[in-house]
């Protein structure tokens, strides 16, 4: 094979290799071209599927949180009924004396003053009477001159009865008795009541 045979084979060769490249290119920018919507449909799926996912997440999280704020709710009302109910029984439920208190009143009742008592309940009210009943025993063990009866009262708690504001030791000395274990007694002046009458009055609870 003679040079200038070998030479133009290799012409030809370069002149196909040229074409080649040229197609190449060619097909490049063909091909991004093409591609170029696809990539961009292919994106905005992701992008939908990215937001139908954030938004399932946030049903979810606010889903989630009602459940919970609807727990706590419910707990709340749970405690709450409870506290109501726990109240009731205790407006329900008899005052009574315990042994404690009613060893602790006698003992402090006779280390101090005695005096004369008369104690009146709440006619209509059958709690009233026996609880009036249970201070008319520790008086009377105490030493106190002490008498029962009833009348057709009002009112709520325990209530001292005298003609004067000023109360005489004995008096004094038996409200802080029964202060002092966690059973208040109030004091009210009444003219009509004579100079040695004394009336504690028993009233509903």
Known sequence: MTDETLLALIQRGQTIAAFLVAIGVAGEFVGEF????????????????????????????????????????????????????????????????????RSSLIASLKAGPKGKLSLVATISDNEAVDFANQILTVLTEAGWQASGGVGPFSGRGLVLVSRSATLPAELTHLIHCFGSVGIPIGHQADPSYGDDTFSLMVLSK
């Open 34 to 101: 093409v591609s170029r919507p696809i990539q961009h449909r292919l994106d905005m799926a992701r992008q939908n599927e990215v937001a139908q996912l954030q938004q399932t997440v946030a049903a979810t999280n606010e889903h989630t949180a009602k459940i919970e704020l609807d727990a706590v709710q419910q707990r709340e009302r749970a405690a709450k009924a409870e506290r109501d109910l726990l109240e009731l029984q205790q407006q329900l439920a008899h005052r009574q004396l315990s042994t404690d208190a």
